[in-house]
């Protein structure tokens, strides 16, 4: 039986239900296709070493030396932000010391520059004259609203080869097997429990543990003393504990997650894997710690070591670094290249639902309210009445002006690429005057309403943004 809607309670469903149109990155649709690498615009200072951070859907490249392989000089200061969307690099306030190998991380819109290799100490050895790295302890933020940075309290220990992740509103810095944390609130410090393994290494040549946050946890992978391992830190419970996650190459380099809006929610370690040779394999793995499989996905093009690497809207950046020759004589070069990778199940089409009008449902009245949702940002919107002319809109709105009878409603959702998402078209009817017989009280029509929106809503967050826990074993 169809059911009667008043005017009422049309309102209702434009409360807590919004959009915002946004555009995706500068790939083209061509580039579009799963498990493949493009080249965008580079860097205009090659460098080794640098820290790579995104923030609102910008990629910040700091610091670094211009030197490969001999880190401690040619440092610089330099500060550039690549914008996905125009593929364009912009120069920025200058980093206060200039240094490389520092960890980074973003809180807030301030990256933080953590510590670091900062110059070259000479020295004699047996009589030869040698050189070792001066380390550097300093703390530097970047606030990308004012482009000024400011100075707070420094790392308790001179260290390079460090990594950072941001986790329960603290930072988190790994140096081997110790664990910090930085409190933004209190600018302080404090140990917390030691990883239950040490790393193997922290030399350039071997695979330094990689380290990411997952469904609130901090999560460790690489080659340690004991064996290769995944360690999973829960913060809250201040606690590590060892996972089995199977078969893996560790490799050297970069550890990245898509969040599961745009690609289905997997951990991408990109880089170099021990070989049989010297650097000799490069490697694209790619873990779903749901269901504890891996698969290789394609490598990246250009051969790197120490590059920087972030995701935006699910494209992984590879950015800077150095290539090399293998064979006689090794060679190397820094690098300024920008590689980007379309990871596995990338959903191109947009999907789109329709919350009001509902489908089958008699209304009153002749405005009756178009609420919708989408699973992504999109860069047009229009709609559809009756098969009659498309009608762009920015978000959700009113269908006005609707005769007695029967109608229809179809929304479509155009992303940057030309790729149009169309939802369900709904059929519901209207009619001139309310029967009060058959007018269903507003209360009534209040609690359906609610559970039909928020059912529609729980659906579309379950399908397309669910965040998959981590197993515990």
Request: glycine fraction near 8%.
């Amino acid at each position: 039986m169809h059911k009667f809607v008043s005017l009422g309670v049309l309102s209702l469903f434009f409360v807590g239900v919004f959009f915002v149109v946004f555009v995706f990155g500068s790939v083209s649709a061509s580039e579009l296709v799963e498990d493949s690498w493009s080249s965008k615009a580079s860097m205009r200072v090659p460098r080794v070493g640098l820290g790579v951070v995104a923030v609102e859907g910008k990629i910040y490249a700091i610091g670094g030396s211009t030197t490969p392989v001999f880190y401690s000089t040619n440092l610089v200061d330099v500060n550039q932000m690549y914008d996905p969307i125009s593929d364009t690099w912009t120069y920025l306030a200058p980093m206060p010391t200039s240094r490389s190998h520092f960890a980074i991380a973003t809180y807030q819109n301030k990256i933080y520059c953590i510590g670091g290799i900062a110059g070259t100490i000479s020295y004699n050895w047996n009589g030869l004259p040698s050189y070792g790295y001066v380390l550097s302890n300093v703390t530097e933020v970047y606030d990308i609203t004012t482009n000024s940075w400011s100075t707070v309290a420094s790392f308790p220990y001179n260290a390079s080869r460090i990594r950072a992740a941001v986790v329960d509103d603290h930072i988190f810095v790994l140096l081997g097997s110790y664990l910090l944390s930085y409190d933004p609130l209190t600018d302080s410090w404090s140990e917390k429990t030691k990883m239950p393994a040490t790393p193997s290494s922290s030399s350039s040549d071997s695979p330094y543990p990689v380290l990411f946050v997952m469904a609130e946890k901090l999560v460790v992978t690489g080659e340690f003393y004991s064996g290769p391992k995944v360690l999973v830190y829960d913060p809250k419970k201040d606690v590590w504990s060892d996972e089995k996650t199977g078969p893996m190459v560790f490799c050297n380099g970069a550890g990245l997650m898509t969040s599961g809006v745009y690609a289905p929610q997997r951990t991408y370690f990109l880089g170099y894997s021990p070989g049989s040779t010297f650097r000799e394999v490069i490697t694209n793995q790619a873990y779903d710690f749901t269901d504890n499989t891996w698969t290789i996905g394609e490598a990246m093009p250009t051969p790197r070591l120490d590059f920087g690497a972030a995701t935006v809207d699910d494209f992984l950046y590879v950015i800077g670094g150095y290539t090399y020759t293998i064979g006689y004589p090794f060679t190397t070069a820094s690098s300024a290249l920008n590689e980007v990778y379309v990871p596995f199940g990338f959903r191109s089409i947009p999907v789109v639902g329709v919350v009001s009008p509902l489908s089958e449902v008699v209304y009153s009245v002749s405005s009756v309210g178009l609420v919708f949702v989408v699973d992504r940002p999109v860069s047009q919107l229009y709609f559809c009445v009756d098969g009659g002319v498309n009608v762009t809109f920015a978000g959700n709105t009113t269908l006005s002006g609707l005769s007695g009878g029967v109608h229809s409603v179809t929304v479509f959702a155009e992303d940057k690429f030309g790729n149009v998402g169309v939802s369900e078209t709904v059929v519901f009817s209207v009619v001139s005057e309310s029967d009060p017989i058959f007018t269903v009280p507003v209360v009534v029509v209040l609690c359906v309403v609610s559970v039909l929106a928020v059912a529609v809503l729980l659906l579309f967050l379950r399908r397309r943004r669910s965040v998959k826990s981590l197993p515990m074993g």
